[in-house]
């Protein structure tokens, strides 16, 4: 994984930390309700009245990044990836497909036969949708889901994440399917990875800083499908019905961030995402279990 400039936010150990715990079922997870839950807004017109209240606080003119932080663990079977959790894979620029070394490389994927103990190139690819200007544009991670490889980058030419979907066969050739673009700041860290696939799920953490926002009330996440025209309009993701306000400890003027966790269905003919979210300081660590996502935010 290359490295971008980022700027970290320094932070002590008697520092208050707030959890926000998203949970979302999988084929073998169990329903559990938590003993205390905070409650979403209840309407449009209420979240849209929290936006108002706290937009007059930015000036728009930009601030740091916070990064995440690693932990390492167990290695899943058929990953070659160093995963936190068994069976729940992360995104990473190589990975393996049958006898196929995957590796996702200054904008392209480039796929080596393993066969018969060797080491020969297959195919090559660029890691962005055909006819687009990628100058500006960032890929750092990549996933395999059966046989589509899902990229993950962030365009600065276009605004916002995008996740791009290739074919790869079982020779590993590739083929461009289709690519989608997030509302969003950037999602990188040079620590830790910000996706991760629970079967057929793509789990991916990103934060909006209000600080850096054109209009704080164009915050929500949201999704279009990638065909070239950037005029074309975003959905969102979420009602308010998904999206918490901050715990009634943490002051107004702490709150700098929306904390989104998104799980999208890659496995669909056409991704369909859906979108939790959590206004609250700016973001520290991230974790992912089978059953859970965990977001630890602080001052």
Not at 38 to 63: A, C, N, T, V, W
Not at 109 to 115: E, G, H, K
Not at 262 to 270: G, L, Y
């Amino acid at each position: 994984m290359f490295a971008r400039t980022i700027a970290a936010t320094n932070w002590g150990l008697n520092m208050r930390l707030v959890a926000f715990l998203l949970v979302f079922l999988t084929a073998t997870s169990v329903s559990a309700e938590p003993s205390a839950t905070l409650k979403p807004f209840y309407s449009e017109m209420q979240l849209s009245g929290y936006l108002k209240k706290i937009s007059h606080r930015y000036d728009h003119r930009g601030g740091g990044q916070i990064e995440t932080v690693v932990v390492t663990g167990s290695l899943p079977s058929m990953s070659i990836t160093n995963n936190q959790e068994l069976g729940v894979d992360e995104g990473d620029i190589v990975k393996l497909h049958g006898n196929t070394l995957v590796v996702l490389r200054r904008g392209r994927i480039f796929t080596l036969s393993l066969a018969d103990g060797g080491l020969a190139t297959v195919d090559s690819i660029a890691s962005y949708p055909p006819g687009v200007d990628a100058r500006e544009d960032w890929y750092d991670e990549m996933l395999i889901d059966g046989d589509r490889v899902i990229v993950l980058g962030y365009s600065y030419g276009r605004g916002g994440a995008e996740i791009n979907r290739f074919h790869i066969d079982a020779a590993g050739h590739l083929s461009f399917e289709d690519a989608y673009q997030l509302k969003s700041d950037d999602y990188y860290s040079s620590r830790n990875y910000a996706t991760r696939l629970i079967g057929h799920r793509l789990i991916l953490y990103s934060p909006r800083y209000l600080y850096m926002a054109d209009d704080v009330l164009e915050v929500m996440p949201a999704l279009r499908r990638w065909n070239g025209d950037k005029k074309r309009p975003f959905k969102r993701m979420s009602t308010a019905r998904r999206v918490y306000p901050p715990p009634p400890a943490v002051p107004d003027d702490e709150i700098t961030s929306l904390h989104t966790v998104m799980s999208c269905d890659v496995a669909a003919p056409e991704m369909t995402c859906t979108a939790t979210s959590l206004f609250g300081p700016d973001g520290r660590t991230f974790y992912v279990s089978p059953r859970a996502i965990y977001v630890w935010v602080g001052e």
